[in-house]
């Protein structure tokens, strides 16, 4: 029953009560009429609206498992904030969502729970859904829940909803609060919304958006002020300045959502909006940097598990008759309790951070990301609220900002959701071929930009693709005119 039902219920029964007074059922001084009514009014938004909440995201009255045997009966003795803000918000948590183990993947395929099928597969197979946070997307995208919460490492919420026809986003990072997200990747792990329509994205953001001083990667309620007053410095942007990338036009694009990008910028321009080709020469190294910063801070994150202090006990060991027998424990409880795709950026990790590899490899890596920051720098109209100096906004010393873009749009994927019998099949030959599709996602996470995935309707996809998912991006701090953005995309199939 909605909340507006409710609300005429109570107020036809406080009715009655006036009007049959008399009859003394109800003692006077114990029905307070305006309190009543304000107790039936809304709280916000998204009052009375079925949550899920993807499963590496704490809650007190659910298991949080990671999608981990390590975690199997982890019940953590804390709700995460968001979740929090949400209950206060009057919103119903729907439940957990499936993921990959700990976020590590791309298909939604390396979980203890088994992969997520998408309902949109065919005779041929079961299809993915994308990941890590295949689970949440699939979950709304088959209206089993107003909305869902996620993680975007690297693209964990914009890929899903991109191949799932929802609306992903990925608010710039340390808005929304990360206390009680068990972490992937300290850097670089955002929570981000899974709907619908981008108006319910807004409804959610409003809502858990906000500094948390317990998380110390949340933004200060002084550099949130920065952030409104240097906004505050231009005018809104309309029509808008939207930036191609040319190096995100590469071979591998599949020709449909090329063709369905293209229609959608010629859409715009006919509504007004300019249309500039830009480059982001550092793109193709980002993901390479990415795949090297990701593993080493999750190598460092998931030490803890060790079956000891931390995580599941596996089965000890039989001892082979010396005292070292038992050194072996904690090796054997984290190789059982671990899939393969977490044991494989462990190592990965381990090595990018050891003292023979971290020069080339970590260090590299790391100059890389600032690389593809001053890359976006360099493009926006809008400076870096937080970075005043030149060559933190990615200009040399005495270059000139040039008239820049306000928001970028690119495809979200490479290629549409593959069957999942193709996937298994080309993990074993190379399992390195499941970061391509993080291309175009990657970028504004090393960044902390906010990005938004935005379903369009694919007139060449026939019935089995109808919408493709396109990609909005904007400067930090910038969230609000990206949400605008993707909502004039999202206008384009009314």
């Known amino acids: 029953m909605s909340l507006g039902r409710l609300t005429q219920q109570a107020k036809q029964c406080l009715k009655n009560q006036s009007r049959l007074s008399k009859l003394n059922a109800i003692v006077p001084a114990t029905a307070n009429h305006e ?44 709700p995460a904030t968001i979740v929090e803000k949400l209950k206060a918000s009057g919103a119903i948590i729907a439940g957990k969502t499936n993921l990959d183990e700990f976020g590590m993947g791309s298909h939604n395929m390396n979980s203890t729970h088994g992969p997520v099928k998408s309902i949109w597969s065919t005779s041929a197979g079961a299809r993915t859904v994308g990941g890590s946070s295949g ?42 609060s990360r206390w009680g997200v068990i972490a992937y990747a300290n850097s670089l792990d955002t929570v981000g919304i899974i709907t619908r329509s981008v108006e319910a994205a807004e409804k959610v953001y409003a809502q858990v958006n906000g500094h948390d001083p317990k998380d110390p990667t949340s933004i200060s309620p002084s550099s949130r002020s920065r952030i409104q007053r240097h ?12 930036g191609t990338p ?18 959608a910028l010629k859409s715009l321009q006919k509504r007004g909006h300019s249309i500039h080709h830009i480059s982001l020469p550092t ?40 005292s070292r027998g038992t050194n072996v424990l904690f090796s054997s409880t984290r190789y059982q309790n671990f899939g393969p795709e977490v044991r494989r950026r462990i190592l990965l990790g381990s090595y990018t951070l050891s003292s023979t590899a971290i020069d080339n490899y970590f260090l590299r890596a790391q100059k890389v990301r600032r690389l593809v920051q001053n890359d976006f720098n360099r493009v926006f109209a809008l400076s870096h ?45 190379d399992p390195a071929r499941q970061f391509h599709e993080d291309l175009f996602t990657v970028p504004a996470s090393l960044a902390g930009l906010p990005a938004v995935s935005v379903p369009v309707q694919n007139e060449e996809g026939g019935q089995e693709w109808e919408k493709v998912g396109l990609q909005v991006m904007g400067q930090y701090g910038d969230d609000d005119l990206v949400l605008d953005v993707a909502k004039e995309l999202e206008s384009l199939g009314r």
């Open 35 to 78: 309190a009543i009514l304000r107790s039936c009014q809304p709280l916000s938004a998204i009052d009375g609206q079925l949550i899920a909440i993807k499963d590496n995201i704490c809650t007190s009255n659910e298991p949080t498992t990671c999608a981990s045997a390590f975690l199997h009966a982890f019940r953590s003795p804390f």
């Open 385 to 429: 609220p937080l970075l005043p100096t030149p060559s933190a906004t990615g200009l040399q010393k005495g270059e000139k900002q040039k008239e820049g873009v306000d928001v970028i749009i690119s495809p979200t994927s490479l290629s549409f959701p593959p069957l999942i019998s193709e996937l298994k099949e080309e993990y074993e030959r």
């Open 246 to 263: 040319i190096e995100y036009l590469v071979s591998e694009l599949h020709p449909s959502i090329h063709a369905a990008w293209s229609r």
């Open 231 to 242: 906004l505050q410095t231009r005018p809104k942007p309309h029509p808008f300045r939207i």
């Open 135 to 176: 689970g949440s997307a699939l979950a709304v995208g088959t209206e089993q829940c107003y909305a869902a919460l996620g993680t975007d490492t690297g693209g964990s919420v914009r890929l899903p909803a991109a191949w799932t026809g929802m609306v992903g986003f990925k608010p710039s990072y340390g808005v929304v």
């Open 283 to 322: 793109t193709r190294s980002a993901l390479s940097a990415y795949y090297v910063l990701a593993p080493a801070e999750a190598s460092s994150n998931l030490a803890k598990y060790d079956g000891v202090r931390y995580g599941n006990k596996g089965p000890q060991p039989a001892s082979r008759g010396t």
